[in-house]
Structure formats: structure tokens, C-alpha cells
């Protein structure tokens, strides 16, 4: 019996083939969905308890590791966990120390997007011990083309090379455009020209998009970003450079649109620059940038998570929200209070800061008696001298069930 976590725009046309090639399927999606053939399980723990073998394909590195926690109760001895979402070799590693030593491990993200998941023309790039690799190659057909990377981790590393190369490449092409058409040059004749260059493939992917807007979508705008930050976390490559393109895209309300949606962003963009330039200084110069990692999930298009100026990073307040904007951890302060801090976290470290260059840190509770259980846990993320600080109660947050918002300001790294 195999165990499917995770129904979205791939999970659900991948289940779908499985149950269509003979398997029994039990899925489990924290949106409840009752796919043609498939046993739905009220948990995950619930749905890998008779299950042989695990696949995960979820949106990234903390949905992967927060529903195998929630799985461990369920997992026995001897099990496969297949690992299928885009999450890099780190985040892999980190999933062998949380399973059991005898639930087997395999890492495969796929090539592809909905129609190859549907039609089972995917890539799927497979890393782990041979034993392990053996026992899924089959089911993994299911999907598509196999090919075997190598070692635990070996598949979740070529993934994101491979995307280091793909994304940025569309993301150029889009620049190249908007550029190009800024200067006068007409959009189809350029797109001509490249279509006979080495380019030539890319060209003929994205000209509908160019000319007829984008496609529903097949690969996400806001995952490109996410796995663009995987393969290229810090800044100064042209990888890093493509993923902050994507960025201002997703936080302009393109986060959930196809990749494709790059292509007209960044020509309005150039239009918006270019008018700007006649008629006095761009708004960029000024010395304000926004902030919104990929390792955070996207805004709803009205703020950014983080505004950069005259040396200080502005933190919007962090809530409990996963990346589907389900409360985390309903009644439960200390799971909403490490939910907050781990998104501050890496909302710091994505400006290459930590919480010792927190100059200031402002809590809203819904419930002041439950203070110590967030001391508890914010004295495990500030662990020096303790900045400025401000607690206040509020009669409630902008979603029921929230019980906690904390915003904090930081000094950047040229400035310390």
C-alpha cells in the first residue's frame, strides 16, 4: 500500500496515476481532498500507518518536515519514504535524522509540471542507497523517465542545479524583452532572432506567454522563487539575481500565477522605469528596498514581509500562518510562538542578519497570562544581550485563532 501526502497541482495528478496503474492509495492533504480511488486519512500519521511505502509532495522544506513529524506516530519499521517535493540536499539530510533508522529514505523531485505529471512524461531525478532505489524504481516509473543521481541527496542536488540554470534563463529572456522593448525594439522580431540561436527552445516555450499573457498555471511563479533560494541562498550569482526578479514579482500578487508571468511584470516595469526617468528620479534610487524571501510564504500582494532603509531592516509583524494560510497551531502558544520566530528568522538571515542585530522587538498577545510560554521560547532565539523591547495585549488579531504577532527591527550588516 502506498501512502500520498499532498494533493496540490502535481500531487493530484501523480495520485491519480497510481491509482489508474493498480495500487492501492491511501492520501492525505491538509485541504481535504477524496481523489477517484484513493482512501482519504483524517492525518498523516493516520494515512502511512499500513502503508509500505511514503510519498511526500508538498511546497517546500518546512511543509515536508512538518508533516513527517506529524507522520512519526504512524511510520513503522521497514517503511520507504519517498521524498518528491523540491527541497535540496540540505533539508533531505535533515529528514534522515527525523526519521526512524529503519524507515528508508529516498529523495526524487521530478522535471515537469501538470500535464507531464498527469500524463506520466515526468523526469525524476533519484537519490539514495541502491536497496532503497530498487524497491520504488517501480512506482516511480509510474511518474515517468527515472534517473538515478546517486546517493541520499544526490536527487534533491541535481534538482536544484538543474533549476539554477532553467529559471534564470527565462527570468534573462524576460529582462532581454523588457529592455529591448524599452529601446524601441518590436517583441516579435526580437523573439524571431532568438528562435533560430541556441535559445531557440526556451524562445518557442514562452512566446504564447509573451504574446497571449500567461498560461493557467504549471509551475508556479512563488515555487520558482523557492527553488531558485535553494540553489542559491545568498546573493551575487546570476541565480540569486533571477530569484530577486521573482521576488518583486511575487509580491506584486504573482506569487501563485505561472512563471510565465515574469515575462509581463518586468515589462511593465521597464515601462514604469522608463517613464520615471523623464520625469524625475526613480522611486529605487531613493534608498528603499522591499523584502520577501521565498522561504516565507507570500504575502497577499497588500505588504512586504520586510522594507529596507537608511541601514535598518522594518520586519512586518509574523503570525502563525502556514504557506496555505492555515493557523499553526491552534490554542497551542508555544507552537505559534516557534512558528513566529523561525519566519522572523529567516526573513533576518535572507538579509544576512540574526536576532543579535535586533535593535528593537514588539510582541502583540491576545492573552498576557501566557506570556512565560512565549518568553520560553524566544529565550532559545535571543540568546545575548536582549535588544529594546515591547509586549502589549490585544483584544485579538486579524484571523481567529492567532495568538501572537511579533515585528522586530534590525540593523543591516553595513551598518554594524
Known amino acids: 500500500?502506498?501512502?500520498?501526502?499532498?494533493?496540490?497541482?502535481?500531487?493530484?495528478?501523480?495520485?491519480?496515476?497510481?491509482?489508474?496503474?493498480?495500487?492501492?492509495?491511501?492520501?492525505?492533504?491538509?485541504?481535504?481532498?477524496?481523489?477517484?480511488?484513493?482512501?482519504?486519512?483524517?492525518?498523516?500519521?493516520?494515512?502511512?500507518?499500513?502503508?509500505?511505502?511514503?510519498?511526500?509532495?508538498?511546497?517546500?522544506?518546512?511543509?515536508?518536515?512538518?508533516?513527517?513529524?506529524?507522520?512519526?506516530?504512524?511510520?513503522?519499521?521497514?517503511?520507504?519514504?519517498?521524498?518528491?517535493?523540491?527541497?535540496?540536499?540540505?533539508?533531505?539530510?535533515?529528514?534522515?535524522?527525523?526519521?526512524?533508522?529503519?524507515?528508508?529514505?529516498?529523495?526524487?523531485?521530478?522535471?515537469?509540471?501538470?500535464?507531464?505529471?498527469?500524463?506520466?512524461?515526468?523526469?525524476?531525478?533519484?537519490?539514495?542507497?541502491?536497496?532503497?532505489?530498487?524497491?520504488?524504481?517501480?512506482?516511480?516509473?509510474?511518474?515517468?523517465?527515472?534517473r538515478e543521481a546517486g546517493g541520499p541527496g544526490a536527487g534533491a542536488a541535481l534538482k536544484v542545479a538543474v533549476m539554477s540554470a532553467l529559471v534564470p534563463?527565462?527570468?534573462?529572456?524576460?529582462?532581454?524583452?523588457?529592455?529591448?522593448?524599452?529601446?524601441?525594439?518590436?517583441?516579435?522580431?526580437?523573439?524571431?532572432?532568438?528562435?533560430?540561436?541556441?535559445?531557440?527552445?526556451?524562445?518557442?516555450?514562452?512566446?504564447?506567454?509573451?504574446?497571449?499573457?500567461?498560461?493557467?498555471?504549471?509551475?508556479?511563479?512563488?515555487?520558482?522563487?523557492k527553488d531558485l533560494t535553494l540553489a542559491s541562498p545568498g546573493a551575487g550569482t546570476i541565480a540569486a539575481a533571477a530569484r530577486d526578479r521573482l521576488l518583486e514579482a511575487a509580491a506584486a500578487g504573482l506569487g501563485g500565477a505561472d512563471l510565465t508571468a515574469v515575462f509581463g511584470h518586468l515589462r511593465a516595469a521597464g515601462r514604469t522605469e522608463e517613464r520615471a526617468g523623464t520625469a524625475g528620479e526613480p522611486a529605487r534610487s531613493r534608498g528603499v528596498a522591499k523584502v520577501n524571501p521565498a522561504s516565507v510564504p507570500a504575502t497577499n500582494g497588500r505588504y512586504s514581509h520586510a522594507t529596507k532603509a537608511a541601514g535598518l531592516l522594518f520586519v512586518s509583524g509574523q503570525v502563525a500562518l502556514d504557506g496555505e494560510g492555515r493557523v499553526v497551531g491552534e490554542d497551542d502558544m508555544t507552537r505559534q510562538s516557534e512558528h513566529v520566530m523561525e519566519l522572523l528568522a529567516r526573513i533576518l538571515a535572507d538579509q544576512g542578519c540574526t536576532f543579535d542585530d535586533v535593535t528593537h522587538i514588539r510582541t502583540h498577545l491576545t492573552d498576557m497570562s501566557r506570556l512565560l510560554e512565549y518568553a520560553a521560547v524566544r529565550g532559545r532565539y535571543i540568546t545575548g544581550e536582549p535588544p529594546a523591547s515591547t509586549t502589549v495585549e490585544v483584544s485579538r488579531l486579524f484571523r481567529p485563532g492567532l495568538l501572537i504577532e511579533v515585528e522586530v527591527i534590525a540593523a543591516l550588516p553595513a551598518e554594524r
Open 169 to 225: 534563463a527565462q527570468v534573462l529572456l524576460a529582462e532581454t524583452l523588457a529592455r529591448a522593448e524599452a529601446g524601441g525594439v518590436d517583441a516579435g522580431a526580437l523573439l524571431d532572432v532568438l528562435g533560430g540561436t541556441p535559445l531557440g527552445g526556451l524562445v518557442e516555450r514562452v512566446r504564447p506567454a509573451v504574446e497571449n499573457g500567461p498560461p493557467g498555471t504549471r509551475y508556479a511563479l512563488g515555487l520558482a522563487a
Open 1 to 146: 500500500m502506498i501512502a500520498f501526502l499532498g494533493l496540490g497541482r502535481m500531487g493530484a495528478p501523480m495520485t491519480g496515476r497510481l491509482v489508474a496503474a493498480g495500487y492501492k492509495v491511501t492520501v492525505w492533504n491538509r485541504t481535504p481532498r477524496a481523489p477517484e480511488g484513493a482512501t482519504v486519512a483524517g492525518s498523516p500519521a493516520a494515512a502511512v500507518a499500513e502503508a509500505e511505502l511514503v510519498i511526500t509532495m508538498l511546497s517546500d522544506p518546512e511543509a515536508v518536515r512538518r508533516v513527517l513529524t506529524e507522520a512519526l506516530p504512524g511510520l513503522r519499521p521497514g517503511t520507504l519514504v519517498v521524498e518528491m517535493s523540491t527541497i535540496g540536499p540540505e533539508a533531505v539530510a535533515g529528514l534522515r535524522e527525523l526519521l526512524p533508522a529503519k524507515v528508508g529514505l529516498v529523495d526524487a523531485p521530478v522535471l515537469g509540471s501538470v500535464e507531464p505529471a498527469r500524463d506520466g512524461t515526468l523526469t525524476v531525478l533519484a537519490g539514495g542507497a541502491p536497496e532503497d532505489l530498487a524497491r520504488c524504481r517501480e512506482v516511480l516509473e509510474v511518474f515517468g523517465r527515472v
